[in-house]
């Protein structure tokens, strides 16, 4: 196993790529190759970045954590716009949007563990 498998907000990083994963399922097959895949790619990224960081130097992780948190806040900008086009309702957004915050908080904390 791993170090980065062991990691809370790694974990955290997965449930969040399936949730939006799932999420995503249900919307237009044109949005496919624009809104749809910018948000895969996007929550994707927190996980790939949390775990390349891990086998870097201290310095180097906490800027692959920065990475992972743009990537979490890029993820909230395509669930609002969703939220706008009418494919994602208010239930939803809202339990996304809440572990998005849950999550970038938990980064930013082990950014700061790690550097201290």
Same mark, same amino acid.
């Given at each position: 196993?791993? %170090? /980065?498998? %062991? =990691?809370?907000?790694?974990?955290?990083?997965?449930?969040?790529?399936?949730?939006?994963?799932? &999420?995503?399922?249900?919307?237009? #097959?044109?949005?496919?190759? !624009? *809104?749809? %895949? &910018?948000?895969?790619? +996007?929550?994707?990224?927190?996980?790939?970045?949390? !775990?390349?960081?891990?086998?870097?130097? #201290?310095?180097?992780?906490?800027? /692959?954590?920065? &990475?992972?948190?743009?990537? @979490?806040?890029?993820?909230? !900008? @395509?669930?609002?716009? !969703? $939220?706008?086009?009418?494919?994602?309702?208010?239930?939803?957004?809202?339990? @996304?949007? %809440?572990? +998005?915050?849950? =999550?970038? $908080?938990? =980064?930013?904390? *082990? #950014?700061?563990?790690? *550097?201290?």
């Amino acid at each position: 196993m791993f %170090n /980065f498998e %062991n =990691l809370t907000v790694y974990k955290k990083s997965l449930e969040f790529s399936i949730l939006i994963y799932n &999420q995503t399922k249900s919307w237009p #097959k044109d949005e496919l190759f !624009a *809104l749809t %895949n &910018q948000i895969r790619r +996007a929550v994707v990224s927190v996980s790939l970045n949390i !775990a390349e960081g891990t086998s870097r130097t #201290k310095k180097d992780f906490g800027h /692959f954590l920065d &990475q992972s948190r743009g990537s @979490c806040l890029e993820v909230v !900008a @395509c669930l609002t716009i !969703a $939220k706008g086009l009418g494919y994602i309702n208010e239930v939803d957004y809202n339990k @996304c949007y %809440n572990i +998005a915050i849950e =999550l970038s $908080k938990m =980064l930013s904390s *082990l #950014k700061k563990s790690i *550097l201290v």
